[in-house]
């Protein structure tokens, strides 16, 4: 079954940093546009970034725009990023990487329909 892998995770003081990792060994990354999503608790997973296959297009949520930033690895770095920068509270949830269908984020991104594999997620916990 192919698989996708978080890592990164953990607890964080307010104003914090964060950097989450996406990996698979099962297939290249850089062939798909790769999604992060979060879900906290009591509430539905959504869209924070999204890259393409050439990281020539990146997309935020409005909540995370400015203080979150989205990459990929090298050539020989089959892996997706998540800089997470000014971590507030509000932030705290389970991130989840994807891979999408599709070769570009487009307007489509936020749909989980798009995506085919999922990670089983990372937590993230923002608190002082």
């Known amino acids: 079954q192919l698989q996708l892998a978080e890592s990164g995770g953990g607890w964080v003081q307010p104003g914090g940093s964060l950097r989450l990792s996406c990996t698979s060994s099962?297939?290249?990354?850089?062939?798909?546009?790769i999604g992060w999503f979060r879900q906290a608790p009591g509430k539905e997973r959504e869209g924070v970034s999204c890259?393409?296959?050439?990281?020539?297009?990146?997309?935020y949520a409005d909540s995370v725009r400015g203080r979150f930033t989205v990459s990929r690895g090298d050539a020989n770095d089959n892996a997706v990023y998540l800089q997470m920068n000014s971590l507030k509270p509000e932030d705290t949830a389970v991130y989840f990487c994807?891979?999408?269908?599709?070769?570009?984020?487009?307007?489509?991104?936020?749909?989980?329909?798009?995506?085919?594999?999922w990670g089983q997620g990372t937590q993230v916990t923002v608190s002082s």
């Open positions: 994807a891979k999408m269908t599709l070769r570009s984020c487009g307007n489509v991104w936020r749909t989980q329909s798009w995506y085919d594999y």
């Open positions: 890259i393409t296959i050439n990281s020539d297009s990146l997309d």
């Open positions: 099962d297939f290249t990354l850089n062939w798909w546009a």
